[in-house]
């Protein structure tokens, strides 16, 4: 029997798989350069009820309050999140697009949350426990389950996003992830009541909420809020509003169902926009330390600030002892191999 | 040929004293479903990498010389293959790119309509998604080879023994349908060893004609030669059940087989109503339970040499469910290390516990006995030891 005549064992493939991932790991080493600095959050007073974009984070279900920021001109969902000084983490399956971890620095210092110990973030997570995506456009005064992830929304003016984090129903209607109070009572206010005369659809709905914020644009760092409409302001549901229930959008929804759903919205704003807010009120202009404490459906709402960055790239000992350890396993197959070539 | 590869099955190394016999299937297949359960636990691609290399020492250690046995590195390419493709998935249909991400090539961007935006065809491919998509697909290919070296471990012929009485006939079915491939192989090779013997030279379609008749011919028969042998052994009888028995077993195995359907169906669909999950899908299993202890009664089986389930068998067995049941330990305390993520790009930890339940699992490599092997190429035909043997003798 010819040496060639003896079968070469799989090991050959699974050496290659060794080698892929050894190079992997130094493509890794060399491309990941110092970590990128996060552009500073834009202050939650550079948004007025026609100019820029609110968003909110809900972190009830970990007990803490509604942090909110501000973006100006972003492209997308997920980048006016960072831009409003939260962090966020995808999961193994999707990526990054899939919002699973939210945090900010102006609770628990920026630990995200759902944890990872009550949620893996392996696969897509499940509807009974997520970060759910409601946006209010301006001049409405309902939440609309977002028609698109957080990378395919793109943020409009005076729009409020709200992310809460809980269990709902396929058609979006019902569960904890629904917001219980209405989108007023995160809106941005404009600094003088002169603002408050673009067109009749904003004075009838979303400036009637007008209150002063302060004007201070170094205001981020702080945890001072804003005055704010008092908790009595109505909670308002899409069923308070009496319109359909708005189906519950996924990621990647056709454009039959998109249509559908944009035409409902539709629809609900010019419900809201007939139907006159019924708790408009008007605050006089407050200083900029006020130090009551805003609140929205009873929770407190407070500004969000810029979370730093894990910025590390880990140390490369695990890989290197990873690859020793599978260098030395390799060996032993190869040896089990070789002795029984030489005994065939 | 040097005398000592004469010695025939003579073991090396730490084997020597040993006496070499097959381990049970069901404690190789208990290893590996083990080990797919602590797979799935995590996406951190050091532990699979170490993973994939322990199947790889304790296949190559312990797999004996059948046809089956040479499966893993099947496996293995398989693997590799799932992971191109989801990598060549993420890149073609690329998901949420962050601005931190690096970016490693542009591909041609298809614009989408607005209302289409939720789906991307082409554009930037990142360092940070090819990771992912790699552990994603090593996570999946380590599962597959998981598989595969129980196939290349465990004889497929003895662990059909472990089947319930009532499903013989099936088995029995399924062992002869793995004997026919290599069956098939051995037929093929030897009529065409024949035809070069007889001077029959060419390719293509003459050629494929001439080996394919025989094979054929060969084929059936040895399906007759098995018929006859399976008659007079006392196969396919129906034994002493009568009419109504089987009608009792056939409904109750239809009734617990569409139990566990609507059971599955009710425990993966959060929308269904809970009554259909779990209790439906046990109550599918009792009752399909039921019609098999029924529908075994009427068969009845004598074992011919039986697999012992000794020391080794317990020691592979258990090997695969600690390394199971630490990883799940584990995972509740540093989640973070066994499912590191790659946005921000990082190097993956290493951590300590589920590396030990991994190389728990690498332990059958010796303490399961060492298999049989037989000196010869162990598919290779009967007629081919011949000419081997003459050119001894000429030499």
């Not at chain 1, 009595?232 to 559908?260: D, K, V």
């Not at chain 2, 630490?326 to 499912?339: I, K, N, R, T, W």
Request: hydrophobic residues 40%; proline residues 8%.
């Amino acid at each position: 029997m010819s040496a060639s005549r003896h079968r070469r064992w799989g090991i050959a493939p699974l050496r290659a798989q060794l080698l892929a991932a050894t190079l992997i790991g130094v493509i890794a080493l060399l491309a990941d350069g110092p970590a990128l600095g996060r552009a500073s959050a834009a202050p939650l007073g550079s948004c007025t009820p026609a100019h820029g974009t609110i968003v909110a984070v809900d972190f009830a279900h970990w007990g803490g309050p509604i942090v909110r920021g501000c973006g100006v001109g972003q492209h997308s969902g997920y980048a006016l999140l960072h831009a409003a000084g939260f962090s966020t983490a995808g999961d193994a399956h999707d990526g990054p697009a899939v919002v699973c971890r939210l945090g900010d620095a102006a609770f628990h210092h920026g630990r995200q949350y759902p944890t990872p110990n009550q949620q893996a973030c392996v696969q897509t997570p499940p509807t009974t426990g997520y970060w759910a995506y409601w946006v209010a456009p301006r001049g409405t005064n309902h939440w609309a389950y977002a028609p698109l992830g957080a990378m395919g929304d793109v943020p409009k003016p005076g729009e409020v996003e709200f992310w809460i984090f809980g269990a709902t129903n396929v058609a979006g209607t019902h569960g904890t992830g629904v917001p219980t109070f209405g989108p007023a009572a995160l809106r941005a206010h404009s600094p003088t009541r002169a603002s408050a005369t673009s067109t009749t659809r904003t004075s009838t709905s979303s400036t009637t909420t007008t209150t002063t914020t302060r004007t201070s644009t170094s205001s981020t760092t702080t945890t001072t809020t804003t005055p704010h409409p008092p908790a009595t302001s109505t909670p308002t549901t899409t069923t308070h509003t009496g319109t359909p229930p708005l189906p519950r959008a996924h990621l990647r929804r056709t454009h039959r169902t998109h249509r559908t759903h944009r035409h409902l919205r539709d629809r609900a704003a010019h419900h809201s926009r007939h139907r006159a807010p019924q708790h408009s009120r008007r605050h006089a202009a407050t200083t900029t330390h006020s130090t009551a404490t805003p609140r929205a459906g009873g929770a407190k709402v407070v500004s969000a600030r810029p979370t730093s960055r894990r910025g590390s790239a880990g140390s490369s000992t695990p890989l290197i002892i990873a690859v020793a350890l599978a260098l030395l396993l390799c060996a032993g197959a190869g040896r089990a191999i070789w002795l029984r070539r030489r005994e065939e | 040929m040097s005398p000592a590869r004469n010695t025939r099955g003579r073991a090396t190394g730490l084997d020597a004293r040993r006496v070499s016999r097959e381990l049970h299937p069901v404690a190789w297949w208990l290893w590996a479903i083990g080990l797919v359960v602590a797979v799935d636990r995590t996406t951190n691609p050091l532990l699979l990498l170490l993973t994939l290399c322990v199947l790889g020492f304790v296949v190559a250690n312990r797999r004996g010389s059948a046809p089956w046995a040479r499966a893993f590195r099947y496996y293995v390419m398989l693997a590799g293959i799932v992971i191109v493709l989801r990598v060549l998935f993420r890149s073609v249909f690329p998901s949420g790119i962050t601005p931190d991400d690096h970016i490693l090539l542009r591909l041609p961007h298809v614009p989408a309509p607005s209302w289409y935006s939720g789906v991307q065809i082409g554009g930037p491919v990142t360092l940070e998604a090819t990771l992912s998509a790699t552990v994603d697909g090593l996570r999946l290919g380590t599962m597959l080879c998981c598989i595969g070296a129980a196939n290349a471990l465990a004889n497929p012929k003895r662990a059909l023994r472990v089947l319930p009485g009532a499903l013989y006939e099936l088995g029995m079915a399924v062992a002869v349908a793995v004997t026919l491939a290599p069956q098939l192989i051995e037929s093929v090779q030897r009529v065409a060893r024949a035809r070069r013997l007889r001077g029959g030279g060419g390719r293509g379609l003459r050629a494929l004609r001439s080996i394919a008749v025989p094979v054929l011919a060969d084929a059936l028969e040895r399906a007759l030669m098995l018929a006859a042998a399976m008659d007079s052994r006392g196969y396919g009888r129906s034994g002493a059940a009568s009419g109504q028995s089987r009608r009792v077993t056939g409904g109750l195995m239809l009734t617990g087989l569409a139990g566990l359907c609507v059971g599955a169906y009710g425990l993966l669909d959060g929308t269904a109503p809970r009554v259909l999950g779990a209790p439906v899908l046990l109550a599918g299993a009792l009752v399909s339970c039921a019609g098999l202890a029924i529908g075994g009664r009427r068969v009845r089986r004598t074992r011919y040499r039986p697999d012992p389930w000794s020391a080794p068998e317990w020691t592979v067995a258990l090997c695969g469910v600690v390394c199971a049941a630490l990883l799940y330990l584990s995972a509740g305390d540093s989640a973070a290390e066994v499912d590191p993520t790659f946005y921000p790009l990082r190097f993956p930890p290493l951590p300590l516990l589920p590396v030990i339940a991994i190389l728990v699992a690498a332990v059958p490599a010796f303490a399961a006995p060492p298999p049989i092997r037989s000196r010869r190429r162990p598919n290779a035909p009967e007629a081919s030891a011949e000419p081997a043997a003459r050119t001894e003798l000429v030499a």
